[in-house]
């Protein structure tokens, strides 16, 4: 009897280890499960394929699939495949998607109107210079501070979209009295200054209107950055374009704050990691696309690129000292202003 009892208890205990045994394999393989579970974030962006901002978009989000080896997953969507590029701000802000491309000079002022400092003529001399600005002076640090936190953004990587120039159809663009009667597309509020002192006709005209309207000849002039004669063909149309640069379209990739915040703390060091390294890639490269436009203008289409310089361009210099700036003030906070125009290139 006694032998049959322990028998039985020494049974017992074996189921018993043998339960214990597998709820905890069932446990911890539940536990492997959702540490392996793959985040998940979506980038969009407006660009289409052929743009070079385009290009190193998807670089990011493959060098960040790359590195992060199944954790996180980076899909992209892009031609405006999830929102265009008015739309992105929102989009972050709500959460709607976890990472867009802002085009600064085009979302920002909308939500802090202090930002089209970024736009004004002859501001800053590189896309350097106005990083510098935006991160290293109190005025324009405190600016970008509150620009991110009013549309719950993170920065990632610089992706600019070049630096800006005039091109016309039918005027070499060499001097103040070259713009006089020219008919020109405005796309910014801060552009309309510029065009009243030189006694230009505009109108506002979206980007996608821009070929019909040169082609009728509704207008005939555009600022615009090198990459957009080429992807949209306006070189077709366009004969002549302006140095030096007057502003510099700079871009971003930003996620979206509560999103990115969530992350692990190594994944978004990994991200910023590969923000930082393509950013400076995208920032050398953009540059030395939009050279390559021009000159692309000049050899395969029978452009000509004119550099104002001398006296023309001390005139020129002198307009925006004395009539567009003014003119831009109100669209700017003066302190911010005075910083930007006090603030040294690097």
Same mark, same amino acid.
């Given at each position: 009897?006694?032998?049959?009892?322990?028998?039985?208890?020494?049974?017992?205990?074996?189921?018993?280890?043998?339960?214990?045994?597998?709820?905890?394999?069932?446990?911890? =393989?539940?536990?492997?499960?959702?540490?392996?579970?793959?985040?998940?974030?979506?980038?969009?962006?407006?660009?289409?394929?052929?743009?070079?901002?385009?290009?190193?978009? =998807?670089?990011?989000?493959?060098?960040?699939?790359?590195?992060?080896?199944?954790?996180?997953?980076?899909?992209?969507?892009?031609?405006?495949?999830?929102?265009?590029?008015?739309?992105?701000?929102?989009?972050?802000?709500?959460?709607?998607?976890?990472?867009?491309?802002?085009?600064?000079?085009?979302?920002?002022?909308?939500?802090?109107?202090?930002?089209?400092?970024?736009?004004?003529?002859?501001?800053?001399?590189?896309?350097?210079?106005?990083?510098?600005?935006?991160?290293?002076?109190?005025?324009?640090?405190?600016?970008?501070?509150?620009?991110?936190?009013?549309?719950?953004?993170?920065?990632?990587?610089?992706?600019?979209?070049?630096?800006?120039?005039?091109?016309?159809?039918?005027?070499?663009?060499?001097?103040?009295?070259?713009?006089?009667?020219?008919?020109?597309?405005?796309?910014?509020?801060?552009?309309?200054?510029?065009?009243?002192?030189?006694?230009?006709?505009?109108?506002?005209?979206?980007?996608?209107?821009? $070929?019909?309207?040169?082609?009728?000849?509704?207008?005939?002039?555009?600022?615009?950055?090198?990459?957009?004669?080429?992807?949209?063909?306006?070189?077709?149309?366009?004969?002549?374009?302006?140095?030096?640069?007057?502003?510099?379209?700079?871009? $971003?990739?930003?996620?979206?704050?509560?999103?990115?915040?969530?992350?692990?703390?190594?994944?978004?060091?990994?991200?910023?990691?590969?923000?930082?390294? =393509?950013?400076?890639?995208?920032?050398?490269?953009?540059?030395?696309?939009?050279?390559?436009?021009?000159?692309?203008?000049?050899?395969?289409?029978?452009?000509?690129?004119?550099?104002?310089?001398?006296?023309?361009?001390?005139?020129?210099?002198?307009?925006?000292?004395?009539?567009?700036?003014?003119?831009?003030?109100?669209?700017?906070?003066?302190?911010?202003?005075?910083?930007?125009?006090?603030?040294?290139?690097?």
């Amino acid at each position: 009897m006694k032998v049959e009892s322990y028998c039985y208890r020494l049974r017992a205990r074996k189921v018993l280890a043998v339960v214990v045994i597998g709820i905890a394999a069932t446990i911890g =393989l539940g536990s492997q499960s959702v540490v392996a579970e793959e985040i998940v974030g979506r980038l969009s962006y407006h660009w289409g394929p052929t743009h070079t901002a385009a290009g190193y978009a =998807l670089q990011f989000a493959e060098e960040v699939n790359k590195r992060a080896a199944g954790r996180l997953r980076i899909d992209v969507y892009p031609s405006g495949q999830l929102f265009g590029i008015k739309e992105i701000v929102g989009a972050l802000k709500a959460g709607s998607v976890e990472i867009g491309a802002i085009i600064g000079i085009v979302g920002f002022p909308t939500v802090v109107k202090d930002f089209n400092i970024a736009s004004f003529p002859g501001m800053f001399a590189s896309l350097e210079h106005q990083r510098s600005f935006f991160q290293d002076s109190a005025e324009g640090r405190a600016l970008w501070d509150e620009t991110l936190a009013k549309t719950n953004t993170s920065l990632l990587m610089y992706d600019p979209v070049g630096p800006v120039l005039t091109c016309s159809v039918n005027s070499k663009l060499d001097s103040i009295e070259s713009y006089k009667g020219l008919k020109a597309r405005r796309l910014f509020g801060t552009e309309k200054p510029l065009w009243k002192a030189l006694g230009v006709d505009y109108q506002k005209l979206g980007t996608k209107g821009v $070929y019909t309207a040169l082609q009728t000849g509704m207008v005939n002039t555009v600022n615009t950055v090198p990459n957009g004669v080429r992807a949209y063909s306006w070189w077709e149309f366009l004969k002549y374009c302006q140095l030096p640069y007057q502003s510099y379209a700079d871009s $971003y990739l930003m996620a979206n704050s509560d999103w990115f915040n969530g992350l692990p703390q190594d994944l978004r060091n990994m991200i910023l990691e590969v923000g930082q390294e =393509l950013g400076e890639v995208a920032t050398r490269g953009i540059m030395d696309a939009s050279a390559k436009v021009l000159e692309e203008f000049k050899s395969e289409h029978g452009g000509t690129v004119t550099i104002m310089q001398g006296e023309a361009k001390a005139e020129f210099d002198q307009l925006l000292k004395d009539k567009v700036f003014p003119a831009l003030a109100d669209m700017v906070s003066p302190g911010v202003l005075k910083a930007a125009q006090n603030h040294p290139a690097p």
